[in-house]
């Protein structure tokens, strides 16, 4: 992956971040409320409440996005982070998850969450190779998940 870029958010990008995510939850699951208003508006439902989106960038193509939404208390919410099913296996997911962990820091969070679901085994993979612990799940967020994780900075 020598020529893959991690690039903040911008609004070009704004349909890949939609069809990416579209692509992966609708493997299992259907889309939610919650997802819907992320994604079509990501700009209103992220960046402008002072979050970030990353996109995986390969010869000007997007092949990952992962979203960093901000909550009170110096938390944040690690949410819509996927690869291209063509590109899962290489390592992208964690530059990705690196990007998203200097961000947290960066901005003096103290903690960052994810919520997910048991039926996506290669992530929770990821999330404990990184460190996230799981806790009891305390949130309605999104009807699928089924386990929460958090990372103490």
């Not at 700009?43 to 960038?57: L, P, Q, S, Y």
């Not at 962990?101 to 993979?125: D, G, M, T, W």
Request: proline share 3%; charged share 25%.
């Amino acid at each position: 992956m020598n020529d893959l870029k991690i690039c903040p958010y911008n609004s070009t990008y704004n349909q890949s971040f939609y069809e990416l995510n579209k692509a992966w939850i609708e493997e299992f699951w259907e889309l939610e409320k919650s997802d819907l208003k992320d994604l079509l508006y990501p700009k209103n439902a992220i960046i402008d409440k002072g979050g970030e989106i990353f996109f995986a960038v390969k010869q000007n193509i997007v092949i990952g996005t992962a979203a960093m939404i901000p909550f009170p208390g110096n938390k944040i919410e690690l949410a819509k982070m996927t690869v291209h099913k063509n590109f899962r296996g290489k390592g992208v997911s964690k530059i990705l998850m690196n990007s998203c962990i200097s961000y947290a820091k960066k901005n003096n969070n103290r903690e960052v969450f994810l919520i997910s679901n048991s039926k996506l085994e290669a992530a929770k993979k990821l999330y404990l190779n990184f460190g996230f612990v799981e806790v009891p799940l305390d949130s309605k967020k999104y009807i699928r998940g089924n386990y929460k994780m958090n990372l103490t900075l």
